[in-house]
């Protein structure tokens, strides 16, 4: 007889981990218990050594979809006498959470419930049970259970109280679990001039007037798990315009929900894994390949070569499609350009004044978090953006620190907090240049305090002067009286990936994005760093610094840009260049542009997102970005993987301390294909290959100067799959290569960074 005390971390509470553990141990002959603890969960487990060894293994390898194991620690310990039965015991502390569970999709159980009629819960709503449904969104205040969710003015009713407390049901201690007698459900309001008015159409009524309003060229406002998303055919253009000119978005593409995998391999191109995550607890949307000749509209994501494409992930989306929707819609998130999404019925019908009718629920979404973006790269997730599905979550301190919150960045905002052991970062929260993403982020960093019963000691931002999430950092920090510090933007990206790694060597780093504050004042953008986990970061190498005429305008009006790179190569002669983007440049431009470059004016940049801007402008794939990399991606969109074609030419210079990558002679050569008409697929094949070229050249350099045999890439400009694949090839079996994979690579991972930087003592003060 031998007896284990085994604890199991992670998310192991509210997704069926203990009735799990309770059949798998009747299943082996196992007896002892299994009980919720602050920390997770605690099982004492005794029989004989090759149960006990079958046990562990269906434990680690059987576990619930919904489960995230971070680690087990197993303990010998004696055996107990008239110990023959194996129990759920009641919770040690109250059923205190170690890690909230995040919102899951609908499971095939509940699927097949929900179609059955002759299931007491046939074309209910909001099914679902211990593997599948609503956590974080409902989620008031810890501990999780019932009544401290939205749930909580639903009284269960006798039959879903047998289901919650049988411990061989899938529904026992499903906090959200309910039926047509007892829970929550859907209403349509229809719109009547500017007002909309209530209907008596309850469910799946409700849900079936909403599809044939679909069908027939209208849009609807939807609620869902996380807020409201704006819903109209993916066949029909007259809509999808209406749609673009209310949201302000001329070209930013629209994902897509397909009905069911069939439908997704219509439309796109699907890898065998790519499939496995739209099916997946998670249900990400995810970057596919476009299916030439598809059926469904060219305003969706015009100029890209990949799609954003999901399936439906609650009971109500799967009824909409069964009930006679079309099988691809767009399902946008519930706002206007850069707000947060709407989440309540009352908002989305003051907001979200383009919809012909809502269909919501009456149960309050408490956490507002709009859906995770990811695409696949050799068989591994990168999300792109952190939010349903994947919060909450948390990642291990290799050092222990004090309490903090980080507020990190505006664009592609999200906050994070540590409790000394962990950090926990946010959903994605928006762009803070929007008073109501600001106060998003404000509500989200009170909430993640009060369910972490966090008392931060610090508060660290960004070290741009201007970012309103500084600004929110420094008042948040002078109210409670604690001090406030910085960490550099591309400093934070570094931190991140350390962070998400839990890398304990030094590294070499390539960070490259848009902007950020530099340590000397000017816009980083293209930099190179050697890190020492326990020590620092050193700037080691950037990009051949340029003036960015008329600051963040040239951001947007990338043909200014693209004028600065040319006068500066080809001096005045550059005028005389047969290329498209001179059709949109006057005289009086060119000579504003040649002053500034000339007399190297203010603001100066060595940002890697502006020179992808600048090789699309030049080669007349883009001339300005209406959304953020809309140029890049456009470009990105004709490059094809391939390693083996000819790169373009680029200068690595050795400064002093410091390496200076020139790619003044790839925009020549680039400047003389587009002049001679060269393809454009084979320009933008040549630049991205160039540009991975380079950074493992200087990436191989810093390794063989500092001795370092890992390599960490960062920043949004890496969240480009053809770049990241080229130069994860070009370093295999030389430098190991690591890089964001759920924590993102744009703004939205700077957070988890700055915290790591704190926990490491690599932080400035700031007066408050």
């Given at each position: 007889m031998k007896a284990l005390i085994i604890k199991v971390y992670g998310v192991v509470q509210g997704v069926g981990f203990r009735p799990f553990v309770y059949r798998i141990a009747n299943k082996f002959g196992i007896s002892g218990f299994v009980r919720n603890e602050s920390w997770g969960v605690r099982i004492f487990a005794q029989g004989e050594d090759e149960k006990i060894q079958n046990f562990l293994k269906s434990l680690r390898d059987k576990r619930p979809k919904a489960a995230v194991i971070e680690s087990i620690e197993t303990e010998e310990t004696e055996p107990r006498k008239g110990v023959n039965l194996f129990v759920i015991e009641k919770s040690a502390t109250a059923d205190t959470i170690g890690l909230m569970p995040p919102d899951l999709a609908t499971c095939d159980d509940c699927l097949s419930e929900l179609f059955d009629p002759a299931d007491r819960r046939y074309l209910y709503p909001f099914i679902n049970c211990t593997n599948c449904g609503p956590?974080?969104?409902?989620?008031?205040?810890?501990?999780y259970d019932r009544p401290r969710t939205t749930m909580a003015k639903f009284k269960i009713c006798s039959d879903c109280r047998k289901e919650y407390e049988n411990p061989l049901d899938r529904r026992y201690h499903a906090q959200p679990v309910s039926c047509a007698k007892c829970g929550p459900h859907y209403y349509l309001s229809i719109k009547n001039g500017k007002k909309f008015n209530s209907t008596n159409l309850v469910d799946s009524d409700a849900i079936e007037f909403a599809a044939r309003l679909v069908s027939s060229g209208k849009i609807i406002a939807m609620q869902g798990l996380g807020g409201f998303h704006l819903i109209c055919s993916a066949r029909n253009d007259d809509a999808i315009a209406r749609l673009r000119e209310w949201k302000r978005r001329p070209t930013k593409p629209f994902a897509v929900m397909a009905a069911n995998i069939s439908s997704v391999k219509e439309i796109a191109h699907a890898t065998q894994f790519e499939i496995s995550q739209l099916s997946s607890p998670y249900a990400p949307i995810m970057l596919l390949r476009k299916r030439q000749g598809n059926s469904i509209s060219h305003l969706i994501a015009p100029g890209l070569?990949?799609?954003?494409?999901?399936?439906?992930?609650?009971?109500?989306?799967?009824?909409?499609?069964?009930?006679?929707?079309?099988?691809?819609?767009?399902a946008t998130s519930g706002n206007r350009r850069d707000e947060p999404i709407a989440k309540d019925p009352e908002d989305a019908m003051t907001r979200l004044d383009i919809a012909d009718a809502i269909l919501w629920y009456d149960r309050e979404i408490h956490n507002r978090v709009d859906d995770s973006v990811g695409f696949e790269l050799d068989g591994e997730l990168i999300l792109m953006r952190r939010a349903r599905g994947f919060t909450p979550s948390r990642y291990q301190l290799s050092v222990k620190c004090e309490p903090a919150v980080a507020f990190g960045a505006d664009m592609k905002g999200g906050i994070a907090l540590t409790d000394g052991k962990f950090i926990y970062p946010s959903q994605y929260l928006g762009e803070m240049e929007d008073p109501l993403a600001q106060d998003f982020l404000t509500e989200t960093v009170n909430k993640f305090l009060e369910w972490l019963e966090i008392?931060?000691?610090?508060?660290?931002?960004?070290?741009?002067?201007?970012?309103?999430?500084?600004?929110?950092?420094?008042?948040?920090?002078?109210?409670?009286?604690?001090?406030?510090f910085a960490v550099q933007h591309h400093k934070s990206h570094l931190w991140a990936v350390i962070a998400e790694h839990g890398i304990q060597?030094?590294?070499?780093?390539?960070?490259?994005?848009?902007?950020?504050?530099?340590?000397?004042?000017?816009?980083?953008?293209?930099?190179f760093f050697v890190a020492s986990p326990e020590e620092t970061i050193n700037r080691v190498g950037h990009v051949r610094i340029i003036p960015q005429p008329g600051g963040d305008a040239a951001a947007k009006k990338i043909t200014r840009m693209a004028l600065a790179y040319l006068i500066r190569i080809f001096g005045h002669d550059a005028r005389k260049l047969s290329l498209p983007l001179f059709e949109r440049i006057t005289d009086r431009e060119f000579e504003f542009v040649k002053r500034v470059v000339e007399k190297s004016k203010s603001p100066l940049t060595t940002s890697m997102g502006r020179l992808f801007d600048v090789a699309a402008a030049i080669a007349g794939v883009a001339f300005e970005n209406d959304y953020e990399a809309e140029a890049p991606m456009m470009l990105e969109s004709l490059a094809y993987p391939d390693i083996t074609v000819k790169p373009y030419a680029y200068q690595v210079l050795e400064k002093e301390d410091l390496i200076e990558l020139n790619f003044d002679p790839t925009l020549k050569e680039l400047s003389r294909d587009t002049e001679k008409k060269k393809p454009k697929e084979e320009i933008a094949t040549r630049f991205h290959l160039t540009v991975a070229h380079a950074t493992a050249r200087v990436l191989g350099i810093l390794s063989e100067k500092y001795g370092v045999r890992v390599a960490a890439v960062s920043g949004g400009v890496f969240q480009n799959k053809t770049l990241l694949w080229m130069l994860k090839k070009l370093l295999s079996g030389k430098i190991e290569l690591v890089y964001p994979l759920l924590n993102p690579a744009n703004d939205q991972g700077i957070a988890v960074g700055q915290i790591m930087a704190f926990a490491l003592g690599q932080v400035e003060p700031l007066k408050t």
């Amino acid at each position: 007889m031998k007896a284990l005390i085994i604890k199991v971390y992670g998310v192991v509470q509210g997704v069926g981990f203990r009735p799990f553990v309770y059949r798998i141990a009747n299943k082996f002959g196992i007896s002892g218990f299994v009980r919720n603890e602050s920390w997770g969960v605690r099982i004492f487990a005794q029989g004989e050594d090759e149960k006990i060894q079958n046990f562990l293994k269906s434990l680690r390898d059987k576990r619930p979809k919904a489960a995230v194991i971070e680690s087990i620690e197993t303990e010998e310990t004696e055996p107990r006498k008239g110990v023959n039965l194996f129990v759920i015991e009641k919770s040690a502390t109250a059923d205190t959470i170690g890690l909230m569970p995040p919102d899951l999709a609908t499971c095939d159980d509940c699927l097949s419930e929900l179609f059955d009629p002759a299931d007491r819960r046939y074309l209910y709503p909001f099914i679902n049970c211990t593997n599948c449904g609503p956590r974080f969104t409902i989620v008031r205040k810890l501990p999780y259970d019932r009544p401290r969710t939205t749930m909580a003015k639903f009284k269960i009713c006798s039959d879903c109280r047998k289901e919650y407390e049988n411990p061989l049901d899938r529904r026992y201690h499903a906090q959200p679990v309910s039926c047509a007698k007892c829970g929550p459900h859907y209403y349509l309001s229809i719109k009547n001039g500017k007002k909309f008015n209530s209907t008596n159409l309850v469910d799946s009524d409700a849900i079936e007037f909403a599809a044939r309003l679909v069908s027939s060229g209208k849009i609807i406002a939807m609620q869902g798990l996380g807020g409201f998303h704006l819903i109209c055919s993916a066949r029909n253009d007259d809509a999808i315009a209406r749609l673009r000119e209310w949201k302000r978005r001329p070209t930013k593409p629209f994902a897509v929900m397909a009905a069911n995998i069939s439908s997704v391999k219509e439309i796109a191109h699907a890898t065998q894994f790519e499939i496995s995550q739209l099916s997946s607890p998670y249900a990400p949307i995810m970057l596919l390949r476009k299916r030439q000749g598809n059926s469904i509209s060219h305003l969706i994501a015009p100029g890209l070569s990949r799609i954003g494409v999901m399936l439906p992930y609650a009971p109500a989306h799967h009824m909409l499609f069964r009930m006679g929707a079309p099988d691809v819609i767009i399902a946008t998130s519930g706002n206007r350009r850069d707000e947060p999404i709407a989440k309540d019925p009352e908002d989305a019908m003051t907001r979200l004044d383009i919809a012909d009718a809502i269909l919501w629920y009456d149960r309050e979404i408490h956490n507002r978090v709009d859906d995770s973006v990811g695409f696949e790269l050799d068989g591994e997730l990168i999300l792109m953006r952190r939010a349903r599905g994947f919060t909450p979550s948390r990642y291990q301190l290799s050092v222990k620190c004090e309490p903090a919150v980080a507020f990190g960045a505006d664009m592609k905002g999200g906050i994070a907090l540590t409790d000394g052991k962990f950090i926990y970062p946010s959903q994605y929260l928006g762009e803070m240049e929007d008073p109501l993403a600001q106060d998003f982020l404000t509500e989200t960093v009170n909430k993640f305090l009060e369910w972490l019963e966090i008392k931060p000691k610090a508060v660290i931002v960004d070290k741009h002067p201007d970012y309103h999430s500084r600004r929110l950092g420094i008042a948040f920090a002078k109210e409670l009286g604690i001090p406030c510090f910085a960490v550099q933007h591309h400093k934070s990206h570094l931190w991140a990936v350390i962070a998400e790694h839990g890398i304990q060597q030094p590294v070499a780093a390539a960070i490259f994005d848009g902007t950020g504050y530099g340590d000397d004042g000017n816009i980083w953008g293209g930099e190179f760093f050697v890190a020492s986990p326990e020590e620092t970061i050193n700037r080691v190498g950037h990009v051949r610094i340029i003036p960015q005429p008329g600051g963040d305008a040239a951001a947007k009006k990338i043909t200014r840009m693209a004028l600065a790179y040319l006068i500066r190569i080809f001096g005045h002669d550059a005028r005389k260049l047969s290329l498209p983007l001179f059709e949109r440049i006057t005289d009086r431009e060119f000579e504003f542009v040649k002053r500034v470059v000339e007399k190297s004016k203010s603001p100066l940049t060595t940002s890697m997102g502006r020179l992808f801007d600048v090789a699309a402008a030049i080669a007349g794939v883009a001339f300005e970005n209406d959304y953020e990399a809309e140029a890049p991606m456009m470009l990105e969109s004709l490059a094809y993987p391939d390693i083996t074609v000819k790169p373009y030419a680029y200068q690595v210079l050795e400064k002093e301390d410091l390496i200076e990558l020139n790619f003044d002679p790839t925009l020549k050569e680039l400047s003389r294909d587009t002049e001679k008409k060269k393809p454009k697929e084979e320009i933008a094949t040549r630049f991205h290959l160039t540009v991975a070229h380079a950074t493992a050249r200087v990436l191989g350099i810093l390794s063989e100067k500092y001795g370092v045999r890992v390599a960490a890439v960062s920043g949004g400009v890496f969240q480009n799959k053809t770049l990241l694949w080229m130069l994860k090839k070009l370093l295999s079996g030389k430098i190991e290569l690591v890089y964001p994979l759920l924590n993102p690579a744009n703004d939205q991972g700077i957070a988890v960074g700055q915290i790591m930087a704190f926990a490491l003592g690599q932080v400035e003060p700031l007066k408050t």
